[in-house]
């Protein structure tokens, strides 16, 4: 319908039009549903090489991971599907997915059916699916979620039966985000214990410090932040911190020697960060100089065919030049990813940097076992073909999230 149409139109046309669209769209994403459980019952891997049909969703749709998600698991509700072993599992709320399909049920509507036949007895659970779909058909998800919980009331007075299960784990989140402007911001949560010991370290580390040039005049802000950063120092120089990578933990600081003796410029702290090359020329005095000779195609390093594994200094080289995991969308940064030979080793592939491409666990796992392929363009940097279900003119793609190095050529 044209804009001068929908200025002409009554209003009933309209709320008629735009009725019968919601129940298009409703019964479209019923019918994705279907097909999106039929395809894990068939075999997801076997059948397009993703690990969950939620990741084929992913890329097939250009859909958010956590909406591909949501949708496959309401479908499991409504359709039947088979375990591991191969027995049956029968649909939760079959005649729900039968009035999906027809459009007539909103996603809200459908869970909150769901969610009531989760909690009702077996024996009592189609005649309670056929109260609510009869109730649905003139009131609202609203007013269904009370229905519900009336007849739950009922059925189950007591309430559902304690689960006895071992004590939950200590409750610990964290979040560690960069903004734009460079600055890092940390929000977290933590169980008593943790939060004690954090603090006493933290308070330690935070004492004011008295010096010659006079009384320590930090806010307590401003000493606990510096205390925070001294733990991490700490942390990592610690023998006992893990590996990453092959390597010790480490951030890399990128900078063009022209930069690095004259302390002029910027270098690349890090994964997205930046410093001064004034700051840079500090921290070399008490860190490991690594040069890297780097060209347009980044072509001088080269071990050949004496191993197999990524040797420490082109794996830094590949850092420098993918940024992170190659993979088209991917924001992973270097520390979690791994080389990929993308001739294979096995057949003949040299361990050198235009044989390999950085990947993360999850997209290096993907590539070995779908249609996607990955090549070196002519400018040396990776380039990834997508299996012909996705674009039947294969058309390569990069990622394009990762910021190139500010003083590349």
């Given at each position: 319908?044209?804009?001068?149409?929908?200025?002409?139109?009554?209003?009933?046309?309209?709320?008629?039009?735009?009725?019968?669209?919601?129940?298009?769209?409703?019964?479209?994403?019923?019918?994705?549903?279907?097909?999106?459980?039929?395809?894990?019952?068939?075999?997801?891997?076997?059948?397009?090489?993703?690990?969950?049909?939620?990741?084929?969703?992913?890329?097939?749709?250009?859909?958010p991971?956590?909406?591909?998600?949501?949708?496959?698991?309401?479908?499991?509700?409504?359709?039947?599907?088979?375990?591991?072993?191969g027995?049956p599992?029968?649909?939760?709320?079959?005649?729900?997915?039968?009035?999906?399909?027809?459009?007539?049920?909103?996603?809200?509507?459908?869970?909150?059916?769901?969610?009531?036949?989760?909690?009702?007895?077996?024996?009592?659970r189609?005649?309670?699916?056929?109260?609510?779909?009869?109730?649905?058909?003139?009131?609202?998800?609203?007013?269904?979620?009370?229905?519900?919980?009336?007849?739950?009331?009922?059925?189950?007075?007591?309430?559902?039966?304690?689960?006895?299960?071992?004590?939950?784990?200590?409750?610990?989140?964290?979040?560690?985000?960069?903004?734009?402007?460079?600055?890092?911001?940390?929000?977290?949560?933590?169980?008593?214990?943790?939060?004690?010991?954090?603090?006493?370290?933290?308070?330690?580390?935070?004492?004011?410090?008295?010096?010659?040039?006079?009384?320590?005049l930090?806010?307590?802000?401003?000493?606990?932040?510096?205390?925070?950063?001294?733990?991490?120092?700490?942390?990592?120089?610690?023998?006992?911190?893990?590996?990453?990578?092959?390597?010790?933990?480490?951030?890399?600081?990128?900078?063009?020697?022209?930069?690095?003796?004259?302390?002029?410029?910027?270098?690349?702290?890090?994964?997205?960060?930046?410093?001064?090359?004034?700051?840079?020329?500090?921290?070399?005095?008490?860190?490991?100089?690594?040069?890297?000779?780097?060209?347009?195609?980044?072509?001088?390093l080269?071990?050949?065919?004496?191993?197999?594994?990524?040797?420490?200094?082109?794996?830094?080289?590949?850092?420098?030049?993918?940024?992170?995991?190659?993979?088209p969308?991917?924001?992973?940064?270097?520390?979690?990813?791994?080389?990929?030979?993308?001739?294979?080793?096995?057949?003949?592939?040299?361990?050198?940097?235009?044989n390999?491409?950085?990947?993360?666990?999850?997209?290096?796992?993907?590539?070995?076992?779908?249609?996607?392929?990955?090549?070196?363009?002519?400018?040396?940097?990776?380039?990834?073909?997508?299996?012909?279900?996705?674009?039947?003119?294969?058309?390569?793609?990069?990622?394009?999230?990762?910021?190139?190095?500010?003083?590349?050529?």
């Amino acid at each position: 319908m044209t804009t001068n149409a929908v200025w002409n139109a009554e209003p009933e046309v309209l709320a008629d039009l735009l009725g019968e669209l919601f129940a298009l769209m409703r019964s479209c994403e019923a019918a994705i549903g279907a097909v999106a459980v039929g395809i894990e019952q068939r075999g997801v891997m076997e059948l397009f090489g993703y690990r969950s049909v939620a990741r084929f969703l992913e890329h097939l749709a250009d859909l958010p991971r956590q909406a591909a998600e949501v949708l496959v698991k309401r479908a499991r509700q409504l359709h039947p599907g088979v375990g591991l072993d191969g027995t049956p599992i029968p649909a939760l709320a079959p005649e729900v997915g039968v009035v999906a399909r027809e459009g007539r049920l909103s996603n809200p509507m459908i869970d909150t059916i769901v969610s009531v036949l989760r909690d009702t007895p077996l024996e009592h659970r189609d005649r309670v699916e056929r109260d609510l779909l009869g109730f649905a058909a003139d009131a609202g998800h609203k007013q269904v979620a009370a229905l519900g919980a009336r007849i739950l009331a009922h059925l189950v007075p007591d309430g559902q039966e304690p689960v006895e299960t071992e004590p939950g784990r200590p409750d610990r989140e964290l979040s560690l985000r960069r903004k734009r402007s460079g600055v890092w911001e940390l929000h977290g949560r933590f169980d008593d214990e943790t939060g004690a010991r954090a603090s006493a370290v933290l308070d330690a580390l935070a004492q004011r410090r008295a010096t010659d040039e006079g009384p320590d005049l930090r806010s307590p802000m401003e000493r606990y932040g510096d205390a925070f950063s001294d733990a991490m120092d700490l942390a990592a120089n610690s023998p006992e911190l893990p590996m990453q990578a092959g390597e010790r933990a480490h951030v890399m600081v990128a900078i063009s020697l022209e930069d690095l003796k004259t302390g002029i410029g910027t270098a690349l702290l890090g994964d997205t960060g930046t410093i001064s090359a004034a700051e840079a020329r500090l921290h070399a005095c008490d860190c490991m100089v690594i040069p890297a000779v780097l060209g347009s195609h980044s072509e001088p390093l080269d071990v050949g065919r004496l191993r197999r594994l990524v040797p420490p200094g082109i794996r830094r080289a590949l850092y420098l030049r993918d940024r992170g995991c190659a993979f088209p969308g991917c924001h992973r940064p270097p520390r979690h990813c791994q080389g990929h030979h993308i001739r294979h080793w096995s057949e003949g592939g040299p361990t050198e940097l235009g044989n390999l491409v950085l990947m993360c666990a999850h997209h290096h796992r993907l590539l070995h076992r779908s249609g996607w392929d990955v090549r070196i363009a002519a400018d040396g940097l990776p380039e990834f073909l997508p299996p012909v279900w996705l674009d039947r003119r294969r058309k390569p793609r990069r990622n394009n999230l990762h910021e190139p190095l500010p003083f590349a050529a």
